[in-house]
């Protein structure tokens, strides 16, 4: 079947020929031809250009999903050489036994996401088109990695705006109930069954590894430290001690498993609120060289981001009152809607209420493979700033 034909509006191409990969419906001017979701669709200038080609949904905000700029065919091959680029691109950056193979959007076929833990690849499909041809990717995934097993983790509610069910499970041969990594000489296991995102953060092993510099016989404070990334990390970089703080029970268990699986004797796991704990420690006068915040997204849509704003500011102020002269905090976001400029714009105001001067030190992002497309905004999305924290004179 012929594609049909998509014209946009004067301008709307403007985005995309940046590199944004989505049509939105109220974009479009006219469509000629079948419409059929999950199937493709060529996209127009109003001047009657080609845009690119790619996937369609008529029940999604996102109509088009732009898969190639080029007049080519969208078959089997074409699939195959985009997953073993992108690969490729990782391999050729060093990483072996645990990475993002695959970034949707970013790396050109939007909606579709493959990590990659040791011999387990664990993977989530969150458009249409992409669902409808699972077993195609699945082969293709197969043939590339010749993985021990396949584990789908679409169990993310934003796949209802697609018109798709949540989905969990084993999608190809069997999945241990966890998987060890080996996460810059740490051995971490991974739940890729109930293991957050698709099973774990893996767009954080830089700045897990960045903290190094900062930490040597040091004391640290982790928080929301969910199975210990940046806090054994600390305590394997020679900590003097750490304390890792999430209000989950089973991620302080995960802490204290991952501590003893690699002999870190230096390291306690502690189950509270962050935002009450913060508060409590301030007025008992305890003081920490380095402190931590890693927290979830406060927001996944811009009406919060106000909101959220908040919620950073307060933790960053509580963290900043806790450091000693010349210590460092190491704070991050993992929203995209709280761009660069309005996080560095909270941790400004968050120095100033508290009463301290920041200098920064490192700016950094999600890691090398999870690259972000300029364009795309949604892709960037990880900031991670290191701030030396100093007493006002």
């Known amino acids: ?10 301008k709307e191409e403007i985005r995309i020929n940046q590199g944004h990969p ?8 006219s469509i000629e031809g079948p419409i059929e979701s999950g199937g493709l669709a060529d996209v127009f200038s109003s001047a009657g250009l080609f845009v690119g080609r790619g996937f369609l949904n008529t029940a ?12 080519e065919m969208i078959n089997d091959d074409f699939f195959r050489k985009i997953l073993k680029k992108a690969n490729e691109s990782r391999l050729n950056l060093g990483y072996s ?16 996401i493959v990590d990659k833990y040791g011999d387990y690849l664990s993977i989530q499909i969150l458009s249409l088109a992409i669902d409808m041809r699972k077993e195609l990717f699945i082969k293709l995934l197969v043939e590339l990695f010749h993985p021990q097993g396949i584990m789908e983790r679409s169990d993310v509610s934003v796949r209802t705006k697609e018109g798709l069910k949540e989905y969990k499970g084993v999608v190809y041969g069997n999945v241990p109930t966890y998987v060890q990594i080996n996460e810059n000489g740490l051995k971490v296991e991974v739940d890729l069954y109930n293991g957050q995102k698709t099973g774990y953060f893996l767009d954080q092993q830089a700045n897990h590894a960045a903290v190094a510099p900062y930490v040597r016989q040091k004391s640290v404070l982790d928080c929301f430290s969910h199975s210990g990334g940046f806090g054994l990390h600390a305590a394997y970089y020679g900590a003097k001690n750490v304390t890792c703080v999430d209000m989950s029970q089973l991620a302080c268990d995960a802490v204290t498993k991952h501590a003893q699986l690699n002999h870190l004797n230096n390291l306690v796991a502690l189950k509270a609120d962050v935002f009450q704990l ?19 997204a406060f927001t996944k849509n811009l009406e919060n981001v106000n909101k959220a704003y908040a919620g950073y500011k307060e933790i960053n102020i509580q963290a900043m009152k806790l450091i000693e002269d010349g210590g460092y905090l190491i704070t991050n976001s993992c929203s995209h809607y709280m761009t660069p400029a309005l996080f560095l714009e909270m941790l400004m105001e968050s120095a100033n209420d508290s009463g ?6 490192e700016f950094r992002m999600q890691g090398k493979d999870h690259p972000a497309l300029l364009g795309g905004d949604e892709s960037f999305y990880l900031k991670c700033v290191v701030l030396r924290i100093l007493d006002k004179n």
């Open 1 to 10: 079947m012929q594609p049909c034909k998509i014209t946009l509006k004067p």
């Open 22 to 29: 989505w049509v939105y419906n109220n974009e479009i001017k």
């Open 60 to 71: 999604s905000k996102i109509f088009v999903r732009i898969l190639t700029r080029k007049d």
């Open 97 to 112: 036994n645990s990475y993002r193979a695959f970034f949707g959007e970013a790396d050109g076929i939007p909606g579709f």
């Open 278 to 296: 913060l508060r409590e420690l301030k007025t008992q006068n305890k003081m920490y060289d380095v402190v931590i915040l890693d927290p979830p």
């Open 356 to 361: 301290r001067i920041a200098q920064m030190v």
